[in-house]
């Protein structure tokens, strides 16, 4: 499982936030832990398989907000209490 985070400029506000979490879930169906900040600018979840920069561009895009740039790292999730 790889963690995407995805640096987008123009959100505003928690509506903001929330449209682009919707944006990701309905372009990506297999995106699990969805979030997004205003303030970092950026949005982050989980995904088996790689989106595609170009795809996440288009979705990002289409929305209004300017995509900026993605990146992603393994993610491998933590045992009872963080072990």
């Known amino acids: 499982m ?4 995805v640096k987008i400029d123009g959100m505003m506000c928690g509506m903001c936030e929330a449209h682009i979490c ?3 879930r309905r372009a990506f169906p297999g995106a699990k832990k969805v979030s997004a900040s ?6 982050t979840f989980l995904s ?5 920069e170009e795809a ?5 895009g ?5 995509f ?3 990146s992603s790292e393994e993610y ?3 045992g009872l209490f963080g072990r």
Not at 2 to 5: C, F, Q
Not at 56 to 60: N, P, S, T, V
Not at 62 to 66: E, L, Q
Request: aromatic fraction near 2%; avoid cysteine.
């Open 62 to 66: 289409d929305t209004g907000y300017v």
């Open 2 to 5: 790889k963690k995407i985070t």
């Open 68 to 70: 900026v740039s993605v």
């Open 22 to 24: 919707d944006t990701i």
């Open 56 to 60: 996440l561009k288009k979705a990002i």
């Open 76 to 78: 491998k999730k933590r």
């Open 48 to 52: 088996d398989v790689d989106p595609g």
């Open 38 to 43: 205003r303030k970092s600018g950026e949005a």
